[in-house]
C-alpha cells in the first residue's frame, strides 16, 4: 500500500515529463494515467481500515539528518480525512481529461502535460504530513491552472488567469507565515521537541500539552484565514472565483469547482480545528455569519445569472458556505457533514459543468435563453443533468442531501437551548437562516434546468450543425459521478466510518474550547 500510494501520486508528474507526440496520442497516454491512478486510489480506498492510523505512509528525511536543527521530512499518508478527497481527485481528474477530447486542438501535448502535473499537486495537498511538503503541492497547483485558464480559456481568459493567481498567492503567503509561527511557538515552548519540526502529526500533538496564547492563535488563525478562505471561497473573498469558472476551459472548470475549493476546507479542518481550538471558539460566530453570508449572497446572486457557467459558479459559493457552517459547528455532526458535503460538491458541481461544456460543444452559448426543450432531442443529457441537479439541491437519496442534513443538523445543536443567550442565541439565528439556503438553491437550480431541458423550444443551433444526444465517451464521463451520488445517498455509513474517527480526533481540541464560552447551551438531545 505504501508503494501504491507512492506510485499514484509521482505517476501523473512522470508521465508529463514523458508525454509528447501527436494529439491523439497526448490524450489517449493522458487517459490511461488517469485511469491508472484512479484504480491505485479505489484499491487504497478499498482496503483502507476504520480507525485514526495513517495508512500507507512513507516517511523520509528531506531536509537534514538527524542531528541537523530542522526537520523537514518528505512524509505522506492517507487517513480519514484525506482519503475520499484524494479518490474525488483521481476521478475527477479521469472526467477533465474526457470532458476536453474532442475540444482541445491547439497544443494539445501541453494541455494534457498540465492536467497531469496538475493532479500530482493536488493529490499531494491531500497526502502531505509535513507543512513545508503541503505548502509545496499547495503552492505548486496554481501554476498548472493558471497556464490552463491563461491558454485555453475564454475571451477574458488572461485578466481572468491573472487574477486568479494573485489572489490565490497573496492569501496563501499569508498562510505560510501562519504556518511558521505556529512551528516557531511549538519549538519555543515545547521542550520535547528538540528541533525545528514541520511535521503535522507531531505539532498537532504538541499543541494539545503546550497550546498557543489565544491572542497569538487569534492571530496566527487570521493568517491561515486568508490562504483558505480565498481556497474555498468563503464571502467576500470569492470575487476571483466567477471569473475563473466563466473563462476557464470545461476541464479547468471541473477541476477547480470538483477539487481546488477543497483545499481551503481541507486546509481549516486539517490545521484551524486542532491546532488553534481557543481562536476557533473565539471566532465561532464571526466564522458563521460570514459562512451564512456566503450562503444567501451566493444562492440570491445566482438568481439573476443568464449564463449557466455563471450560474454555477454562484452555486458554488453558496454551497461551499455550507460546507464551512458544518465546520464551523464544531461538533461531530456538523464536522462530518461539512466534509461529505465537499465530496457530494465535487461530484455534483464537477458533474455539472461537464454538462455545460457538453452543451457548449453542441451550440456554442450558455446563455440560458438560448435553450430550450432539450429534454426531447437529448434525453440521456436530461437525465444526467436532472440527477446532478437534484443532488445539488439535497433532494434526499442521493448524496447533496445527507451532507447537508448532518451540517445544519449539527448548526442547530450548536444553537440549541432552553434559554440561549449571548452568541448562543446568534446561532439559532444563524441556523434558521441558513435553510433558506437551501430553498433558494432549489428555486435557482430547478428553475434553470426548467427553462433549459423543459422550456420553450428554440433553434439556436451553428448553421449546418446536427444535435445529437451524448456520445459513449459523454456517457462514460457522466455515469460514475451518477453511482456516486446515488452509492452516498443511499450508504452514507460507508463513507462517514471511514472518515470519523479522524475528524473526532481533529475536532476534540476545538469542541472542548467551545465548551468554555459563556452562556453554553446544552446539546440537542438527538445528538448521538
Keep these: 500500500m505504501n508503494a501504491l500510494l507512492l506510485t499514484a501520486l509521482f505517476l501523473p508528474a512522470v508521465a508529463a ?8 496520442v497526448a490524450r489517449w497516454c493522458a487517459l490511461a494515467v488517469a485511469l491508472l491512478v484512479l484504480g491505485m486510489a479505489v484499491v487504497l480506498a478499498a482496503r483502507f481500515p476504520i480507525g485514526t492510523a495513517p495508512f500507507a505512509p512513507t516517511d523520509w528525511n528531506w531536509f537534514g539528518g538527524t542531528d541537523a536543527p530542522v526537520d523537514i521530512r518528505f512524509s505522506i499518508a492517507l487517513d480519514g480525512l484525506s482519503l475520499w478527497l484524494f479518490t474525488l481527485t483521481a476521478l475527477l481528474m479521469v472526467v477533465a481529461v474526457l470532458v476536453g477530447w474532442d475540444a482541445i486542438h491547439q497544443r494539445a501535448s501541453l494541455y494534457y502535460r498540465l492536467l497531469l502535473v496538475l493532479e500530482t499537486g493536488m493529490l499531494g495537498v491531500f497526502v502531505a504530513r509535513d507543512i513545508i511538503l503541503f505548502y ?11 497556464f490552463l485558464i491563461g491558454i485555453w480559456g475564454s475571451e477574458q481568459r488572461r485578466y481572468a488567469a491573472m487574477k486568479f493567481f494573485l489572489f490565490t498567492l497573496a492569501g496563501s503567503m499569508l498562510t505560510f507565515l501562519g504556518l511558521l509561527a505556529i512551528v516557531i511557538w511549538s519549538h519555543s515552548h515545547n521542550p520535547a521537541l528538540a528541533r525545528l519540526t514541520f511535521s503535522i502529526p507531531d505539532l498537532t500533538e504538541s499543541l494539545r500539552t503546550h497550546p498557543i496564547d489565544t491572542p497569538v492563535q487569534i492571530g496566527i488563525f487570521l493568517a491561515l484565514f486568508a490562504g483558505f478562505a480565498i481556497k474555498v471561497p468563503l464571502f467576500p473573498l470569492h470575487t476571483w472565483l466567477p471569473l475563473a469558472h466563466v473563462e476557464a476551459p470545461t476541464a479547468g472548470s ?8 477543497k483545499v481551503g476546507g481541507y486546509g481549516f479542518a486539517r490545521f484551524n480545528l486542532p491546532m488553534l481550538p481557543e481562536a476557533t471558539a473565539v471566532l465561532m460566530p464571526g ?7 456566503g450562503i444567501l449572497y451566493g444562492a440570491m446572486v445566482a438568481l439573476a445569472q443568464s449564463d449557466i457557467k455563471r450560474l454555477i459558479a454562484y452555486s458554488s459559493v453558496s454551497h461551499m458556505g455550507f460546507c464551512m457552517l458544518g465546520l464551523f459547528a464544531v461538533n461531530r455532526l456538523g464536522v462530518e457533514g461539512g466534509v461529505l458535503q465537499l465530496i457530494s460538491h465535487g461530484l455534483a458541481t464537477g458533474g455539472l459543468f461537464a454538462v455545460v461544456g457538453m452543451l457548449y460543444e453542441r451550440y456554442h452559448t450558455r446563455r440560458i435563453d438560448d435553450f430550450g426543450g432539450l429534454a426531447r432531442r437529448m434525453p440521456m443529457l436530461a437525465f444526467f443533468a436532472l440527477v446532478l441537479t437534484l443532488s445539488s439541491i439535497a433532494l ?9 442534513f448532518l451540517l445544519l443538523l449539527g448548526m442547530f445543536q450548536r444553537g440549541w437551548g432552553d434559554a440561549p443567550t449571548g452568541c448562543w442565541m446568534q446561532f439559532r439565528v444563524i441556523s434558521v437562516l441558513s435553510v433558506s439556503g437551501v430553498a433558494l438553491g432549489a428555486w435557482y437550480m430547478l428553475w434553470m434546468y426548467q427553462r433549459v431541458f423543459f422550456g420553450p423550444s428554440t433553434d439556436k443551433k451553428p448553421a449546418g450543425s446536427v444535435i445529437h444526444d451524448l456520445s459513449p465517451r459523454e456517457i462514460l464521463i457522466l455515469t460514475p459521478l451518477a453511482v456516486m451520488i446515488f452509492w452516498i445517498g443511499l450508504q452514507p455509513r460507508f463513507f462517514l466510518d471511514r472518515m470519523a ?18 452562556n453554553h447551551a446544552p446539546p440537542l438531545p438527538l445528538a448521538p
Design 396 to 404: 434526499p437519496g442521493l448524496s447533496g442531501f445527507v451532507g447537508e
Design 287 to 293: 466564522l458563521l455569519w460570514v459562512s451564512l453570508a
Design 254 to 261: 471541473v477541476i477547480l469547482a470538483g477539487v481546488l475549493l
Design 136 to 146: 509545496v503541492f499547495f503552492e505548486f497547483t496554481l501554476i498548472p491552472l493558471f
Design 501 to 518: 474517527p479522524t475528524l473526532r480526533e481533529l475536532i476534540v481540541p476545538a469542541m472542548e474550547a467551545a465548551e468554555n464560552i459563556p
Design 17 to 24: 515529463l514523458l508525454l509528447g507526440g501527436s494529439r491523439s
